[in-house]
């Protein structure tokens, strides 16, 4: 089993910044995917970003050049940093943990960008 733990939401003005982090631990494996995804109020879940193994980032369009996924493999730890957020990114953010026999999910944190 695995375990996520996300932290770092809240309220933020548009153009600010927030830094979402999720610990993860349990039974985890070198290889995996490690990404980020967001629910607004009435649509679905999309994926925001996501880093595998090796490095290799994906980003959604409408977060390309603002946000930044990155991982801290000692502490199996994954970040998204978020600059020059707008009112379109206010979702609830879910960190997500994707191995072998395994698609795990955070339990969310709500990020608000408003004046």
């Known amino acids: 089993q695995v375990q996520l733990v996300e932290s770092g939401g809240g309220l933020v003005q548009p153009g600010g910044s927030l830094r979402l982090s999720c610990a993860a631990s349990?039974?985890?494996?070198?290889?995996?995917?490690m990404g980020w995804y967001r629910q607004a109020p009435g649509k679905q879940r999309e994926l925001v970003a996501h880093?595998?193994?090796?490095?290799?980032?994906h980003y959604e369009d409408s977060v390309k050049g603002r946000f930044s996924i990155s991982v801290d493999n000692a502490k199996n730890t994954v970040y998204l940093q978020m600059n020059s957020l707008k009112p379109e990114d206010t979702a609830v953010y879910y960190c997500?943990?994707?191995?072998?026999?395994?698609?795990?999910w955070g339990q969310g944190t709500q990020v608000t960008v408003s004046s």
């Open positions: 349990g039974s985890i494996f070198r290889n995996k995917i």
């Open positions: 997500n943990v994707n191995q072998f026999r395994g698609d795990y």
């Open positions: 880093i595998d193994s090796s490095g290799s980032t």
